[in-house]
């Protein structure tokens, strides 16, 4: 982590190394519309018990809602940040 920057979580995350498939249900929110898609595929990076780190060759915007389809825990996140990582995309999600 850079100096002088505060990590904003709660709990620690622990590193994972899993495929994950989920899908675009809408916007938690209300406030953007995003198209269904269906059938999305990632690997978790790390876990947390409020969320989860994957990397995606989907983009997947601030604000999406995701239903997780092959996961143990919690079945629903939103994208809370996304970042480019080459030709992949890091994406932070908070189970809701």
Do not use: C
């Not at 002088?4 to 675009?24: C, M, N, Y």
Request: charged letters at 30%; proline letters at 3%.
């Amino acid at each position: 982590m850079k100096e002088g920057k505060k990590d904003k979580r709660r709990h620690l995350r622990e590193p994972q190394h899993e495929t994950i498939s989920f899908a675009v249900v809408g916007s938690f929110d209300g406030n953007k519309e995003f198209l269904p898609e269906s059938d999305i595929k990632g690997s978790i990076i790390d876990m947390s018990e409020n969320g989860i780190g994957i990397l995606t060759d989907t983009l997947l915007e601030p604000g999406m809602l995701l239903k997780l389809k092959n996961f143990k825990e919690s079945s629903m996140g939103v994208v809370m940040w996304t970042l480019n990582s080459g030709s992949r995309y890091r994406v932070g999600l908070k189970f809701v």
